[in-house]
């Protein structure tokens, strides 16, 4: 018996598909796009709306749908229609409403992704890309339609069991989303390319769900092409974008951010400043989509909101104990190792700061609040050291910013080499960094001060035959923790008071006691302090 989902699929008008079996023939011109628009209406209505929009920026106002369409182009112009009919079908209210907003928003942000990871690696044309993105999922818009109690249900299923919803069986339809999702795509008769991709990206993510040696094993295919083309193949880029739309719109956030780190650290080398930037773009990009279709995006987080949601799951969810350890399986085992492992890195690289490699402020001002905790249960001191470099905007000035790259990377080095085992050294903001400490007494942090004085004296950068002499300003402040709920911003800023009276007095380093009385201020004997220079 046929599937009568593949009779009709629900708010996807016959000259979408037609659009989208025209994308890729080279025998197709811009005459038959206008004669297929002409067949609807309300779309060529709208694709004439966008050709007026001000990301088009024509020289005049269009009012014709040849020009519209010649204007924009076949690859746009398909698209468009494809978003407009998506966003038509996530508009549909009562009570599977949200289902279908939550479909329109993942496939968006996909496809979205997909473009930009397509403009930045050049692996496949972003417009093919965009599409493939919006399409890879198509299978669950036929699931809510036909199915929705069923998916539904299936997708409560998936977060709770951290499972694909994409592979669950849905009894009612005799398929999957996935296999929906290829039987839509086959049936349409749309671009064997297209098909391929993201056939081959189901199969990638059948062996991402069996865990095995998912770093060697599975990607290994992937993993020649990256190395052969020096950026992301066609098929990770297409992962990494199915994992994005489900970080941003979809279930299971904590899985999908491991999976995003696993698939670009090869490109990344760790680095999450480099994927933060990517998530805003394609926050940015995506909110410049859903206006001109008229989308309400409050439903998406910002990047920083995701990011946290993402790692409570990832954590629940990896150390959340058997419900029976004594009957799990190979792959069960696997699975939780990976969980594991995927914890500690992803904590490690959202912790570090992406040039020096030391802790970043968020990781810093976390671990001030346990500290704090800790020594008011031991009774110990808590002292912060600020460390500032002298003249820096003058190297870069002078020298430029790779220079100054190179300082800051010495100077974290040195700082690292001159603490205490349970000191925390991060990076606090440009040429700033911080060193958190417990301490018995005031001796302590005049001798941490004066031992990281003497060994960042002879600190240097070679520099075109040269060496730049690197000069430290370096204030501290400690204290015993009150219980005081402003503690911790007091002595920041006694800290940051006292490098700055180091720094404008030339007296290196400088310590002071947090107190009540701001007169107590121990400056240590005073030391020259060199400029930045050439010698």
Not at 256 to 285: K, Q, S, W
Not at 367 to 395: C, G, I, P, W, Y
Request: overall charge negative; some cysteine; glycine content about 6%.
């Amino acid at each position: 018996m046929t599937n009568p989902t593949l009779a009709q699929l629900p708010s996807m008008p016959g000259a979408v598909i037609k659009l989208l079996q025209m994308f890729a023939d080279p025998e197709v011109g811009i005459s038959d796009v206008v004669d297929t628009l002409k067949t609807d209406p309300a779309l060529a209505a709208r694709i004439l709306k966008a050709a007026n929009s001000s990301s088009v920026a024509a020289s005049r106002e269009v009012s014709d749908i040849r020009r519209a369409a010649t204007l924009l182009g076949k690859k746009t112009v398909c698209t468009l229609a494809l978003s407009f009919s998506l966003s038509d079908s996530s508009l549909e209210s009562g009570r599977y409403g949200a289902l279908y907003r939550g479909f329109w928003n993942q496939s968006m942000v996909t496809g979205v992704a997909a473009f930009l990871l397509a403009k930045k690696y050049r692996s496949l044309p972003g417009d093919e890309a965009f599409l493939i993105g919006l399409l890879s999922r198509i299978g669950r818009l036929g699931a809510i339609s036909f199915a929705p109690e069923e998916f539904s249900e299936a997708t409560q299923n998936s977060i709770r069991d951290s499972l694909s919803l994409d592979a669950m069986f849905l009894s009612t339809l005799s398929s999957s989303c996935e296999e929906l999702t290829l039987q839509y795509t086959q049936a349409w008769r749309l671009p064997t390319t297209f098909i391929a991709h993201i056939e081959s990206m189901q199969k990638a993510a059948a062996r991402d769900r069996r865990r095995e040696s998912s770093a060697e094993t599975a990607d290994l295919c992937d993993a020649k092409d990256l190395n052969a083309a020096k950026g992301l193949s066609a098929s990770t880029l297409l992962r990494v974008a199915s994992a994005i739309g489900q970080f941003f719109a979809g279930e299971n956030t904590g899985i999908a951010l491991a999976t995003i780190h696993e698939l670009m650290n090869p490109v990344l080398n760790g680095c999450g400043e480099a994927l933060d930037e990517l998530f805003n773009e394609v926050r940015d990009e995506f909110a410049r989509y859903a206006e001109m279709l008229n989308f309400d995006t409050s439903q998406i987080g910002t990047p920083a909101e995701l990011h946290s949601r993402a790692m409570a799951h990832l954590t629940e969810i990896a150390l959340a104990p058997d419900s029976d350890s004594g009957t799990a399986d190979d792959q069960e085992v696997c699975e939780v190792v990976w969980l594991q492992r995927q914890v500690r890195d992803l904590t490690r690289q959202l912790s570090l700061d992406g040039l020096t490699c030391l802790y970043n402020r968020a990781y810093f001002d976390q671990q001030v609040e346990t500290m704090l905790a800790s020594a008011r249960l031991t009774r110990h001191f808590v002292a912060v050291l600020f460390v500032d470099v002298n003249e820096f905007k003058l190297v870069n000035d002078t020298y430029g910013h790779d220079v100054g790259d190179e300082v800051l990377k010495a100077v974290a080095r040195t700082l690292q080499e001159s603490v205490r085992r349970d000191d925390v050294v991060a990076r606090y903001g440009g040429d700033e960094f911080v060193i958190l400490c417990q301490m018995n007494d005031f001796n302590g942090l005049e001798a941490q001060a004066e031992r990281i004085t003497q060994q960042t004296n002879d600190l240097s950068v070679p520099c075109r035959g040269v060496s730049l002499r690197i000069s430290l300003a370096i204030g501290g402040a400690i204290g015993e923790p009150d219980g005081s709920p402003d503690f911790a911003a007091r002595l920041l800023r006694a800290s940051d008071e006292a490098m700055y009276r180091a720094k404008e007095s030339r007296c290196n380093p400088v310590t002071q006691k947090l107190s009540h009385d701001p007169a107590l201020h121990r400056p240590c004997e005073n030391q020259p302090c060199e400029m930045i220079g050439a010698h």
